[in-house]
Structure formats: C-alpha cells, structure tokens
Nanobody, 123 residues
Framework: QVRLVESGGGLVQAGGSLRLSCAAS????????MGWFRQAPGKEREFVAL???????DYADSVKGRFTISRDNAKNTVYLQMNSLKPEDTAVYYC?????????????????WGQGTQVTVSS
C-alpha cells in the first residue's frame, strides 16, 4: 500500500555527512512507523533507525549520536541525516514502512520497502 523511493546516497569521505530521503506514496503514510535499514555485502540487513507515527525515535547503538531520523508528513517524506560517517557505515540503505505493531527494530515488522540507495564512505 505504501510505496517508497530512496535518494541521496553517494560517495563521501570519513567524517563527512549525507542526508538520505525517502519519498512515500499512500494514504496510510502518516500513521505508519518508518525505519531505515542497511545491508553491506555478505552481511544481514540490520536496523539503523526508526520513527513512529507519534514522532518518537530509536537508533542502533552503532549510529547513536551521529544519525538523526525525521519525517515530514505533509511532504510524505522521511529523512536520515548522517554525520561523522565511518567506513563501516558503507552499505545499501533501505527505507521501510510498517502499518502494524512493533517492535520496529525488527525488519520483519515492515511490509513496504524501497529499492535502496548506496552509501560509500572512504577512509
């Protein structure tokens, strides 16, 4: 029901910043929990950040203090501001929407996914 398209990925040096955007369509966007996940080659997809419909957020320990998730319901868009990037942040980043209950740090709780955007951090 919710369709998602990520953008904003690219190549950045360690210590730099990027802002990812996720454009959504669907009337249920404002009531959905939104999450960002990432997957590096040879690794499992892992939780990065989430924001609930009420605006509360949660982050993986590895990105706390560096990444910020936000949403603009009027624009049907979710953002991930990434600061102080490290080479280990290199991955394909996916946004996702969950229209049912959590826990929202679990990928299996999300029923809509974007196509992903590549983030590469050079040392």
């Amino acid at each position: 029901q919710v369709r998602l398209v990520e953008s904003g990925g690219g190549l950045v040096q360690a210590g730099g910043s990027l802002r990812l955007s996720c454009a959504a369509s669907g009337r249920t966007f404002s009531s959905a929990a939104m999450g960002w996940f990432r997957q590096a080659p040879g690794k499992e997809r892992e939780f990065v950040a989430l924001i609930r419909s009420g605006g509360s957020t949660d982050y993986a320990d590895s990105v706390k203090g560096r990444f910020t998730i936000s949403r603009d319901n009027a624009k049907n868009t979710v953002y991930l501001q990434m600061n102080s990037l490290k080479p280990e942040d290199t991955a394909v980043y996916y946004c996702a929407a969950a229209t049912f209950g959590g826990p929202y740090y679990s990928a299996k709780r999300y029923n809509s996914w974007g196509q992903g955007t590549q983030v590469t951090v050079s040392s």
